[in-house]
């Protein structure tokens, strides 16, 4: 796997629930490439519980919508944005679950959207919860206005 770096680090006003490492109140993900998949692993803390000890369900959500969202900016070199999201919970995650693994892929594109396919693990390789995505792809010089220029790895 291949550590993904975040083109948006350096860019004025990112502060991305999901990914930015400055947001205080956020999920601090981190991205790699592995084959055709983008994946995070991720570790669940109280303060994300819906239910006591139990990971919010909206939560889970933003992981796999932010997966999905990486999957467009590395693997299509482009930005976009969520048409639809549609999440199944499999297995409750308790807040105390000491890692998760979120993992995307493309399942098809159709002109300007993008499908994709994720899907939660917990530590002991269950799957917890899947989701389904479509995203609208910007087209090059949309992207360009919105501040991307190109999603690259680090090197070996």
């Known amino acids: 796997m291949k550590k993904i770096i975040n083109p948006w680090c350096d860019?004025?006003?990112?502060?991305?629930?999901?990914?930015?490492?400055?947001?205080?109140?956020?999920?601090?993900?981190?991205?790699?490439?592995?084959?055709?998949?983008?994946?995070?692993?991720?570790?669940?803390?109280?303060?994300?519980?819906?239910?006591i000890n139990t990971m919010h369900g909206?939560?889970?959500?933003t992981l796999i919508d932010e997966t999905c969202g990486w999957v467009v900016t590395r693997k299509m070199q482009t930005s976009g944005y969520t048409t639809n999201l549609s999440v199944k919970f499999r297995k409750a995650v308790p807040t105390t679950e000491s890692e998760l693994t979120i993992r995307a892929r493309i399942v098809k594109q159709v002109r300007n959207l993008l499908f994709i396919h994720a899907d939660?693990?917990?530590?002991?390789?269950?799957?917890?919860?899947?989701?389904?995505?479509?995203?609208?792809?910007?087209?090059?010089?949309?992207?360009k206005e919105m501040g991307f220029t190109t999603c690259d790895v680090e090197e070996d």
């Open 11 to 51: 860019h004025p006003g990112y502060n991305c629930f999901g990914c930015s490492p400055d947001n205080p109140y956020g999920l601090h993900m981190e991205f790699f490439e592995d084959g055709d998949d983008i994946v995070s692993m991720w570790h669940p803390e109280k303060n994300y519980q819906g239910w």
């Open 58 to 61: 909206g939560i889970l959500s």
């Open 120 to 143: 939660i693990t917990n530590s002991q390789g269950e799957l917890c919860v899947e989701g389904d995505t479509v995203y609208f792809l910007m087209d090059g010089e949309k992207a």
